[in-house]
């Protein structure tokens, strides 16, 4: 069973966000981020909760329960289904997938000729 503290880890991980990163956005400090995602901590304040939900695009129902959508619907489509798609996978597969996005980011826009 996937908890609240492992979503909160997909999540990030799909936000492209460092836990430091996490941390900073939601104003609490780096251990409590290792603390969320690890187990150590057992309950989210719901003003943590909220705040994480603003930062992660995602929708507190399913942080907190794994219910409904994922995301709040500040996604297109596409982006949904990849998130949907890392919600399983393990981890080794989400870094490939993060790597090989980044990868494309970087790479220039092809050429056309005239057509699109």
Excluded at 2 to 16: P, S
Excluded at 64 to 74: K, L, P, R, S, V
Excluded at 78 to 87: G, N, S, W, Y
């Amino acid at each position: 069973m996937v908890t609240w503290n492992k979503r909160i880890t997909i999540a990030r991980t799909a936000a492209n966000l460092s836990k430091t990163e996490l941390a900073k956005l939601v104003g609490v400090s780096n251990p409590t981020v290792s603390d969320w995602e690890s187990g150590d901590i057992k309950k989210l304040e719901a003003e943590n909760l909220l705040k994480l939900c603003e930062v992660l695009h995602v929708s507190p129902r399913w942080l907190q329960f794994g219910e409904g959508d994922m995301t709040t619907g500040n996604y297109d489509k596409k982006i949904q289904t990849v998130l949907r798609a890392m919600e399983n996978m393990p981890e080794y597969k989400k870094d490939m997938l993060v790597q090989a996005s980044t990868s494309l980011t970087e790479q220039p826009e092809p050429k056309h000729n005239g057509t699109q």
